[in-house]
């Protein structure tokens, strides 16, 4: 993959999603800001290059980390003094936080939310 290729794969992402945790290599998540800096200075790997070409650079476990992630992200982006009202319950940035850390079926709906989108924008 060129670097050309590399700028049309990432001119067509949304930029909202630009500096979101979207693609792991070797335990790591990286942004598609942070693949074109790397393809601009020659230091993406060609095995990187390889998956992003085939749309092949996941497994179960790094979509469900990289969910997470972007979730936190997302949160920790908030006000912290808003409230969130999930259904009927408010909760605070805070507290939503916790719910996603410790895997709760609430905080897990926001992360499954997350994977949907992800999908969405970088599965073939």
């Given at each position: 993959m060129s670097l050309e290729a590399i700028r049309d794969w990432v001119s067509r992402i949304p930029k909202a999603e630009l500096d979101m945790p979207s693609i792991p290599y070797q335990g790591k998540v990286y942004t598609p800001k942070q693949i074109l800096e790397m393809a601009e200075a020659g230091t993406l790997p060609d095995e990187l290059q390889e998956k992003i070409e085939a749309g092949a650079f996941t497994t179960a476990e790094e979509v469900y980390?990289?969910?997470?992630q972007r979730v936190k992200k997302y949160l920790e982006q908030l006000p912290p003094k808003l409230t969130l009202y999930?259904?009927?319950q408010p909760y605070s940035v805070k507290e939503l936080l916790e719910e996603v850390e410790k895997g709760s079926p609430i905080g897990r709906a926001f992360v499954e939310a997350e994977i949907?989108?992800?999908?969405?924008?970088?599965?073939?």
């Open positions: 980390q990289i969910g997470l999930v259904g009927t949907r989108k992800w999908e969405t924008l970088y599965r073939r």
